[in-house]
């Protein structure tokens, strides 16, 4: 069984930066690729991306590329979400979940197995 548990979130202003971590425990990380996803009130869960195992991200929403990158500190069974130039739009809550490898790359919320709890972020005008 998987934990996960995002931390770094927080009300910010537009233009700042935040990164949040995700820490796996309780399984094998490298067996999982990890995913980011962001759901703001009234509105379904959207995909951020992904990192792979070996490190290969996939990008999600248009309005985060440029902006948001993912990376992935196996020795520490951690991942980054780094988000710049934040926008009021960047409002959601923020989560991690984890896939098994084999699933391939996936971005939909169905195929990932593990969840975190999320973080809330609040971007201010």
């Known amino acids: 069984q998987v934990q996960l548990v995002e931390s770094g979130g927080g009300l910010v202003q537009a233009g700042d930066s935040l990164r949040l971590s995700c820490v796996s425990s309780g399984g094998t990380f490298s067996s999982y690729a990890i995913g980011w996803f962001r759901q703001a009130p009234g509105k379904e869960r959207e995909f951020v991306g992904r990192i792979s195992l070996s490190g290969i991200i996939t990008r999600g929403a248009d309005s985060v590329k440029g902006r948001f990158t993912i990376s992935r500190d196996s020795a520490k069974n951690t991942v980054y979400l780094q988000m710049n130039s934040l926008k009021p739009e960047d409002t959601a809550v923020y989560y991690c979940?984890?896939?098994?490898?084999?699933?391939?790359?996936?971005?939909?919320?169905?195929?990932?197995?593990?969840w975190g709890q999320g973080t809330q972020v609040t971007v201010s005008s």
């Open positions: 979940a984890a896939s098994a490898a084999s699933r391939g790359i996936v971005t939909a919320a169905s195929q990932y197995d593990y």
